[in-house]
Structures are given as structure tokens and as C-alpha cells.
């Protein structure tokens, strides 16, 4: 991130998406005193506005937007006002219908939504540079604007294009990427294979619908292209702005959240001034506030510090098969660990419910019913607790332990024809993940190319399916510097094209894990084995196995029946100056849970803090306070120890600090120093 371009307003930014174009006129001075009351301080505006501020090619009506930004203004709120490229006008589409998206199937999408455009079709990239310049042109020094929103939610929709105007884009990426060298390009993809070799560039598209299954580098090529396509797009928006506006940051809202996998947002936060993310909770998943706090986690390292949390929701969105309301006080606890894992400032979508339209049963911050509604009186308790967290801004997150995230990875390991079609890389990220945040240890993420790994005691690699040779390099120094490692199973299997690296497997990482593997034994859905050894007892493990054996490795744990009994399912290797663990298997949460603590314990990790179950802690380390984040979820309540003062209330704290039943507390403790003694 640009150190220039930052966001100043001072404490928590705290708003919304404004769409006061789907309102009349009259509304819009009850939505100011309405956010006044609330405490909101910055909204994003413009971002679906296209149809109405360019009616007609090259024909602007800036009139709504400039009244909408002067009453902003002249009400103390800042505006993140946004190119509002993500919904082109249908007048756009009359004149280029070419830039509707293609599928795989090769079916032409029609308009009458949103995100339905070819991210390679020119069309599209001039009018969207057009209209983002002379918004930027006319708005750069308006007093309101504060941060450009550039797009929304790139991918959401249309993630991939398969027409012919994306096949030759992907061919000029590709031609790029292999040095114009076609046999570089047929020896990666393994062409020889099914008689796939290409004699010439255009006889290469996009994976298509084909009758039978794919080559996977091919694919895992295209999701890289697709991703990067996106990312140019941004980048252009980005810089027609800069040039108007130099001094103003620019964001886009990333998508770090369960289902979306479409971006590689290692290459893309760097090229952010800002990052933010939107994120909503699914109604199926029973701990949705692990997934809260694993994407905050995940956000925060790709942003390598505070963030903006552009979009979560107040209450149920509208877009599951049944959308769950939020239970009492789980907005509030939402917001806050939100901010607790990273978050400088917290919106929602939206802040007015609309009547009309796709979403008019999505939550808001102003719902239907008003403000005789139990979510306002939510909306207006969180503008007080943001503006008393104030402190806590640009503060960051010390952690001991790192987890690898790879989106190569996940991209290659859910490809089509591989072992076991089970296998969700972000499931099994968040099986490592949710014994660690019970425990209140406290996780960045990282690159497997991530430098200076030596700030951490102990790495985890849950299933790293794909690694290239810098990364494997990168993590077994790590470990022959005297870090600890522990590698989930089917790691290192396959190199940065997809081969598999040969001579057993977990290829990469066989010598560093001291183990070697001839045969992977996937288990059916329902199929468990017992695990025996230093296990808990009644330990087991599913979904996976491995017939392993010990090449310098001792056995921590084996199977206790099934195929592979006696066979070590968990093992530990000392190596260089440090220690690698393998868990071969995928082993049921409670023996999980003991081994990652075994682990840790001896890497040397200890949580933030001990806490009852349920309760969620957190710390931001400020330059002379740790900010500690007591998170409620279980309804009970605790006694914490803690001295300093807690934040919400104002009230000091002595020896330790209640959280209340389904609550938050907000410790400041001095730290240690000149300014203590
Ligand atoms: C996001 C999107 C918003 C709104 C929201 C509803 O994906 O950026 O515009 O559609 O979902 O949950």
C-alpha cells in the first residue's frame, strides 16, 4: 500500500453504501440528519449510478451527484465516491453488444443486471476509463471526497469471459508469460498428453465446454489470466484517477470470504491504496464468527496492516436459499471483531433498505420498517462504540503463527480428476485455523514466497497442494533456521505447472518432512478410521489417508484399523535447527485441536490470553497501549483478567473485566515503557 495516499478521517470511518438516487429528493435531507444520529462518517456513492450519469455516450448529468456531494459535505460526511464500472448502461450494450459476456458453454449473456461484461472486450475499457475520468476530472477537489471506490466487487459475476475477444487476450497473456516460446508453453501444459499439442497460437482458447475432462494447466493458466485481466482493468481505472486526483487513495472492495476464489489478491493488494473487503456471513455455517475472524485475518495480511471493511450486512441478506436475520447482539459482535482482526473502519451495504429492485430484501442500516426497528438502535449503539474505539485506529496485530494461503493452490486442488473431489482448500485452511482462534492465538497469513519468516515461532502449510521451488526453498529454510512447521496432507504434490513432482509424495516436502509416501488412500464421505499413539483417545481422522512411511520421521500417531493400520499418520522430523510436522491425515477437530496445542507449545506459542470457551480474544497493539478485544459468542458472559480501561463504557479496569452476556469488551492496558513508570 501507497504510504502517501492514506485515508485521514480521523478515528473509525463508519457508513455505508448511499444509493440516493433510488430515492426522491425529499428523502435525502432525513438521510443526513439520520446519519448524523447515527454517527456515520464516510458513505461510498455513485456505484451502480452509470445509467444516470452518462445517459447517453460522451453525455454527462453530473447534477444529482454534485447535489448529492455538497449535502454530504456540508454535513460533516465524507464520500468514497466510486467509478460506477461494475453495472455498464444498456445504451452501451445497444452499441456493443459484443461486449457481453460469453460462458462456457458459449451462450451470450444478456444485460439487465449488473457485472455482465467481457473484462477483455476495448469497448468496455474505453467507456470505463471515459466515465472514471470525468468523474475524476469534476470531483477531484470536491472537499467531500476522500477515497475513490473504484468498481465494485471485481469478479463477482463475471469472473471469466469465454468469447473471442477474451481467447485472443489469454493468448496474448500467454504468449507473454512463455516468452512467445509455443514448446514452453506445450511442455507446462503437458500437451503430448490426448493429442493436445498446439502447432500454433491460434489454435489455443479459453477451456470451453469439451466433452471430456480438461487439461488442468490449461485451466489453472486461464483462472491466472482471468484474475490478472480483472487486475489491469483495476489498475487503469486506478490511474486516469491518480492523474486527476494525485493525493487521493483509490480502493477496490475485495471478496475474502468463504465461496470466492475467482482473484489472487497477493497481486492485487499491492496495487491498492487502500485495501477493503466485503463479507457476509452464510446462514448454514453454525460458527460463522470463525470465518469473521479467519477472512479478517487473511485481509489484514494482505493489506500488511489496518483495513477498511467496506460491506457486511446488518441483518440477512437475500441472496442464500433462506436468509438468516441476525440473532440479538450478533451485529454488533460482528462489527467489532471485525475491527478487533484488523478493520479501520466498518460499512455496510447498504444504508438505506430499497423498496425496488433485486435486493429490496436485503438488510440496511435504515431497514424497511425505519427507525422503530431494533437494527436502527443496533446502527445508532455502534456509531457510539466506533467513535469511543477511536484510539485503536492504524494500530496493528502482532501474531507468532503463520498459515500459508496460496490461491494456486486452491485453484489447482479443486481442478477437476483429482484423488478425491472432497477436498475444499478453504475448509481445510479454517480446520487448522478454528482450534487456534478458540484458543486465542492469534494467526497471520502469508505467501509461500513471504521473506523474513523468522518473525514467526511456527508456520502452518494445511494442504499446500501446489508449491513451486521458492516456496519449498522458502519454508524448509524456515525450518533449518530453527522454525517449526507443520504441512497438512497431499502438500507439494505438484509443482507451479501442475506436475507432479515424482519419487513419492509429499514431493516437495518429502526430505524436509523426513517421510515418503507411494500411494494415497482418499476415504469415501462417511468412512472414518481410528488414530492411535499420542492422540486423545478415541481419536480419528476422515476424508483422507496416506500409506507412509519413515525415512528419518518418527511416528506420532497411526492408524488403528483400516488399510493402512500401523501405518504412521502423523509424524515428526527434526531437521536443521528446527522442526516439521506432517499430518497425513485429516484428523476430527478434538485431536486436532490437541496436537496444533501440543505443537505450538512447543514452538514456543502461547495465546493473548486464557479464556473460558466462546469467549473471542484479540489484541491491536497500538505505540503505547495493546487494545484487547473480549468477544462473547457463547451468551455466557466471563470474567477476564485485565487492567487498564474499557472502552465502551469509559470504566476502569482493575485485576479484570467483565464481558457481558453475548457482549464486547475493549481493554486499553498501557504498555510498558517510559511513559508507565
Ligand atoms: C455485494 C455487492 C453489493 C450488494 C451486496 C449484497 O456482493 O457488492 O452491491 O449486492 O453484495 O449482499
Given at each position: 500500500?501507497?504510504?502517501?495516499?492514506?485515508?485521514r478521517?480521523?478515528?473509525l470511518?463508519?457508513?455505508?453504501?448511499?444509493?440516493?438516487?433510488?430515492?426522491?429528493?425529499?428523502?435525502?435531507?432525513?438521510?443526513?440528519?439520520?446519519?448524523?444520529?447515527?454517527?456515520?462518517?464516510?458513505?461510498?456513492?455513485?456505484?451502480?449510478?452509470?445509467?444516470?450519469?452518462?445517459?447517453?455516450?460522451?453525455?454527462?448529468?453530473?447534477?444529482?451527484?454534485?447535489?448529492?456531494?455538497d449535502?454530504?459535505?456540508?454535513?460533516?460526511?465524507?464520500?468514497?465516491?466510486?467509478?460506477?464500472?461494475?453495472?455498464?448502461?444498456?445504451?452501451?450494450?445497444?452499441?456493443?453488444?459484443?461486449?457481453?459476456?460469453?460462458?462456457?458453454?458459449?451462450?451470450?449473456?444478456?444485460?439487465?443486471?449488473?457485472?455482465?461484461?467481457?473484462?477483455?472486450?476495448?469497448?468496455?475499457?474505453?467507456?470505463?476509463?471515459?466515465?472514471?475520468?470525468a468523474?475524476?476530472?469534476?470531483?477531484?477537489?470536491?472537499?467531500?471526497?476522500?477515497?475513490?471506490?473504484?468498481?465494485?466487487?471485481?469478479?463477482?459475476?463475471?469472473s471469466?469471459?469465454?468469447?473471442?475477444?477474451s481467447a485472443?487476450?489469454?493468448?496474448?497473456?500467454?504468449?507473454?508469460?512463455?516468452?512467445?516460446?509455443?514448446?514452453a508453453?506445450?511442455?507446462?501444459?503437458?500437451?503430448?498428453?490426448?493429442?493436445?499439442?498446439?502447432?500454433?497460437?491460434?489454435?489455443?482458447?479459453?477451456?470451453?465446454?469439451?466433452?471430456?475432462?480438461?487439461?488442468?494447466?490449461?485451466?489453472?493458466?486461464?483462472?491466472?489470466?482471468?484474475?490478472?485481466?480483472?487486475?489491469?482493468?483495476?489498475?487503469?481505472?486506478?490511474?486516469?484517477?491518480r492523474?486527476?486526483?494525485p493525493?487521493?487513495?483509490?480502493?477496490?472492495?475485495?471478496?475474502?470470504?468463504?465461496?470466492?476464489?475467482?482473484?489472487?489478491?497477493w497481486?492485487?493488494a499491492?496495487?491498492?491504496?487502500?485495501?477493503?473487503?466485503?463479507?457476509?456471513?452464510?446462514?448454514?455455517?453454525?460458527?460463522?464468527?470463525?470465518?469473521?475472524?479467519?477472512?479478517?485475518?487473511?485481509?489484514?495480511?494482505?493489506?500488511?496492516?489496518?483495513?477498511?471493511?467496506?460491506?457486511?450486512?446488518?441483518?440477512?441478506?437475500?441472496?442464500?436459499?433462506?436468509?438468516?436475520?441476525?440473532?440479538?447482539?450478533?451485529?454488533?459482535?460482528?462489527?467489532?471483531?471485525?475491527?478487533?482482526?484488523?478493520?479501520?473502519?466498518?460499512?455496510?451495504?447498504q444504508?438505506?433498505?430499497a423498496?425496488?429492485?433485486?435486493?429490496?430484501?436485503?438488510?440496511?442500516?435504515?431497514?424497511h420498517?425505519?427507525?422503530?426497528?431494533?437494527?436502527w438502535?443496533?446502527?445508532v449503539?455502534?456509531?457510539?462504540?466506533?467513535?469511543?474505539?477511536?484510539?485503536?485506529?492504524?494500530?496493528?496485530?502482532?501474531?507468532?503463527?503463520?498459515?500459508?494461503?496460496?490461491?494456486n493452490?486452491?485453484?489447482?486442488?479443486?481442478?477437476?480428476?483429482?484423488?478425491?473431489?472432497?477436498?475444499?482448500?478453504?475448509?481445510?485452511?479454517?480446520?487448522?485455523?478454528?482450534?487456534?482462534?478458540?484458543?486465542?492465538?492469534?494467526?497471520?497469513?502469508?505467501?509461500?514466497?513471504?521473506?523474513?519468516?523468522?518473525?514467526?515461532?511456527?508456520?502452518?502449510?494445511?494442504?499446500?497442494?501446489?508449491?513451486?521451488?521458492?516456496?519449498?526453498?522458502?519454508?524448509?529454510?524456515?525450518?533449518?533456521?530453527?522454525?517449526?512447521?507443520?504441512?497438512?496432507?497431499?502438500?507439494?504434490?505438484?509443482?507451479?505447472?501442475?506436475?507432479?513432482?515424482?519419487?513419492?509424495?509429499?514431493?516437495?516436502?518429502?526430505?524436509?518432512?523426513?517421510?515418503?509416501?507411494?500411494?494415497?488412500?482418499?476415504?469415501?464421505?462417511?468412512?472414518?478410521?481410528?488414530?492411535?499413539?499420542?492422540?486423545?483417545?478415541?481419536?480419528?481422522?476422515d476424508?483422507?489417508?496416506?500409506?507412509?512411511?519413515?525415512?528419518?520421521?518418527?511416528?506420532?500417531a497411526?492408524?488403528?484399523?483400516?488399510?493402512?493400520?500401523?501405518?504412521?499418520?502423523?509424524?515428526?522430523?527434526?531437521?536443521?535447527?528446527?522442526?516439521?510436522?506432517?499430518?497425513?491425515?485429516?484428523?476430527?477437530?478434538?485431536?486436532?485441536?490437541a496436537?496444533?496445542?501440543?505443537?505450538?507449545?512447543?514452538?514456543?506459542?502461547?495465546?493473548?490470553?486464557?479464556?473460558?470457551?466462546?469467549?473471542?480474544v484479540?489484541?491491536?497493539?497500538?505505540?503505547?497501549?495493546?487494545?484487547?478485544?473480549?468477544?462473547?459468542?457463547?451468551g455466557?458472559?466471563?470474567?477476564?483478567?485485565?487492567?487498564?480501561?474499557?472502552?465502551?463504557?469509559g470504566?476502569p479496569?482493575?485485576?479484570?473485566?467483565?464481558?457481558?452476556?453475548?457482549?464486547?469488551?475493549?481493554?486499553?492496558?498501557?504498555?510498558?515503557?517510559?511513559?508507565?513508570?
Amino acid at each position: 500500500m501507497s504510504t502517501e495516499r492514506r485515508l485521514r478521517p480521523p478515528g473509525l470511518a463508519y457508513g455505508g453504501d448511499y444509493n440516493p438516487e433510488q430515492w426522491p429528493e425529499e428523502v435525502w435531507a432525513q438521510d443526513m440528519a439520520l446519519m448524523r444520529e447515527a454517527g456515520v462518517t464516510m458513505v461510498s456513492v455513485g456505484i451502480f449510478s452509470w445509467a444516470l450519469l452518462e445517459p447517453s455516450e460522451g453525455v454527462y448529468d453530473f447534477s444529482r451527484m454534485d447535489k448529492i456531494l455538497d449535502l454530504l459535505h456540508e454535513n460533516g460526511i465524507a464520500a468514497d465516491l466510486a467509478t460506477p464500472t461494475a453495472a455498464p448502461p444498456a445504451w452501451f450494450f445497444h452499441a456493443h453488444p459484443e461486449a457481453l459476456p460469453v460462458d462456457s458453454d458459449g451462450r451470450r449473456l444478456s444485460y439487465g443486471s449488473r457485472q455482465t461484461f467481457c473484462p477483455s472486450s476495448p469497448a468496455y475499457r474505453t467507456a470505463a476509463l471515459r466515465i472514471a475520468g470525468a468523474l475524476a476530472e469534476r470531483y477531484a477537489d470536491h472537499p467531500a471526497v476522500v477515497m475513490w471506490h473504484v468498481h465494485n466487487e471485481y469478479g463477482c459475476h463475471n469472473s471469466a469471459c469465454y468469447c473471442d475477444t477474451s481467447a485472443a487476450a489469454f493468448r496474448k497473456w500467454l504468449k507473454a508469460k512463455y516468452d512467445n516460446d509455443l514448446d514452453a508453453l506445450n511442455e507446462a501444459w503437458g500437451t503430448a498428453f490426448w493429442s493436445q499439442w498446439y502447432h500454433d497460437w491460434e489454435e489455443i482458447l479459453p477451456p470451453r465446454a469439451t466433452g471430456a475432462d480438461p487439461n488442468p494447466t490449461h485451466r489453472l493458466d486461464w483462472r491466472r489470466f482471468c484474475s490478472d485481466e480483472l487486475l489491469s482493468l483495476f489498475t487503469a481505472e486506478r490511474d486516469v484517477i491518480r492523474r486527476a486526483a494525485p493525493g487521493t487513495p483509490a480502493t477496490t472492495n475485495f471478496m475474502v470470504m468463504h465461496n470466492f476464489d475467482a482473484l489472487d489478491y497477493w497481486r492485487w493488494a499491492p496495487e491498492l491504496d487502500v485495501v477493503s473487503n466485503d463479507h457476509y456471513l452464510r446462514s448454514t455455517d453454525p460458527e460463522s464468527e470463525i470465518d469473521v475472524a479467519l477472512c479478517g485475518d487473511l485481509v489484514r495480511s494482505l493489506a500488511g496492516g489496518p483495513w477498511l471493511l467496506m460491506e457486511h450486512s446488518t441483518g440477512a441478506v437475500n441472496w442464500q436459499p433462506v436468509n438468516r436475520a441476525k440473532n440479538p447482539g450478533e451485529m454488533r459482535r460482528n462489527a467489532l471483531a471485525h475491527v478487533a482482526h484488523g478493520a479501520d473502519g466498518i460499512a455496510y451495504f447498504q444504508w438505506r433498505a430499497a423498496k425496488a429492485g433485486a435486493e429490496q430484501w436485503h438488510s440496511a442500516m435504515l431497514p424497511h420498517a425505519g427507525t422503530d426497528s431494533q437494527i436502527w438502535q443496533d446502527v445508532v449503539q455502534l456509531g457510539a462504540d466506533l467513535r469511543a474505539l477511536a484510539e485503536v485506529r492504524g494500530s496493528t496485530s502482532p501474531a507468532q503463527v503463520a498459515i500459508v494461503w496460496d490461491w494456486n493452490a486452491r485453484w489447482a486442488m479443486e481442478q477437476p480428476c483429482q484423488p478425491s473431489a472432497e477436498l475444499r482448500f478453504q475448509d481445510l485452511v479454517r480446520h487448522w485455523y478454528a482450534p487456534l482462534w478458540e484458543a486465542g492465538v492469534a494467526v497471520d497469513f502469508i505467501h509461500p514466497d513471504t521473506p523474513d519468516l523468522d518473525r514467526y515461532r511456527l508456520v502452518l502449510a494445511p494442504s499446500l497442494y501446489l508449491v513451486d521451488d521458492a516456496g519449498t526453498a522458502n519454508l524448509t529454510a524456515f525450518v533449518e533456521r530453527g522454525g517449526t512447521l507443520a504441512v497438512g496432507f497431499h502438500s507439494g504434490a505438484v509443482d507451479e505447472n501442475c506436475h507432479i513432482r515424482l519419487g513419492g509424495y509429499p514431493g516437495a516436502f518429502r526430505e524436509l518432512l523426513g517421510v515418503h509416501c507411494d500411494e494415497l488412500f482418499p476415504l469415501l464421505p462417511g468412512v472414518q478410521v481410528a488414530l492411535t499413539g499420542q492422540v486423545p483417545q478415541d481419536a480419528t481422522a476422515d476424508l483422507w489417508t496416506e500409506r507412509l512411511r519413515l525415512t528419518g520421521a518418527e511416528a506420532v500417531a497411526r492408524y488403528a484399523d483400516g488399510p493402512l493400520a500401523d501405518v504412521p499418520a502423523i509424524t515428526r522430523h527434526a531437521y536443521g535447527n528446527g522442526t516439521a510436522w506432517y499430518i497425513a491425515t485429516h484428523p476430527d477437530p478434538t485431536t486436532l485441536a490437541a496436537l496444533l496445542e501440543r505443537i505450538r507449545r512447543q514452538a514456543g506459542v502461547r495465546p493473548e490470553r486464557e479464556v473460558p470457551p466462546g469467549i473471542e480474544v484479540v489484541k491491536r497493539r497500538g505505540t503505547d497501549a495493546d487494545y484487547l478485544f473480549l468477544i462473547d459468542h457463547a451468551g455466557r458472559g466471563a470474567e477476564i483478567p485485565a487492567d487498564g480501561v474499557e472502552l465502551l463504557t469509559g470504566k476502569p479496569v482493575v485485576g479484570s473485566v467483565t464481558v457481558p452476556e453475548g457482549s464486547v469488551a475493549v481493554v486499553r492496558e498501557p504498555l510498558p515503557g517510559p511513559s508507565a513508570e
